[in-house]
Each structure stands twice: as C-alpha cells, then as structure tokens.
C-alpha cells in the first residue's frame, strides 16, 4: 500500500513540478495580473505549441495519475481478491 502511495505523490509532485514551470512562462503575462492561470497568448511558434500541450498533459497527468495510484490501484486489488475468494 505504501508503494502505491509513493507513485501517486511522485506522479502529483513531478507532473505538478512540470506544470507550474510551464504556466509561469506561457500563462503568466505579467506579475500584476493573473499568474499561472492567465489567457495563453497568441502567435506561438511549433515549439510553443508543443510546449502548451505538454503543460495541459502535465495537468491531467498529475491529477489522473495520483487517483489512479491512489484510488484505482487498491480498488482494484480489493476486486481482485473478492472475485478470487482471499
């Protein structure tokens, strides 16, 4: 139980760790105004966009990835070990 723990908190704080780096360089326009919740901006280069994407899979990941360890993973087992009578 405690492995699974430690995956989804690596996930959260990795992935997490990831995402706020790349919303503070595209969704931080300045640092009177909304800080790594702002508009993305317009007329961003192949490497930019890239970058976006990789910010909104860090998010769903960190998220998706500590439910899954944390919730999914022990579920499972619980379901697994029901159906095989342990």
Do not use: C, H
Not at 49 to 67: K, P, Y
Request: aromatic share 14%; hydrophobic share 55%.
């Amino acid at each position: 139980m405690a492995d699974e723990f430690a995956k989804g908190l690596g996930l959260l704080t990795g992935a997490g760790l990831i995402w706020m780096v790349l919303a503070g360089w595209y969704r931080t326009p300045s640092f009177e105004g909304a800080q790594l919740t702002g508009s993305i901006p317009d007329g961003l280069t192949m490497y930019d966009q890239l970058g976006v994407v990789l910010l909104e899979a860090m998010f769903w990941l960190a998220i998706f990835g500590a439910v899954l360890f944390w919730v999914g993973v022990p579920i499972g087992r619980e379901l697994y070990a029901r159906a095989n009578g342990e």
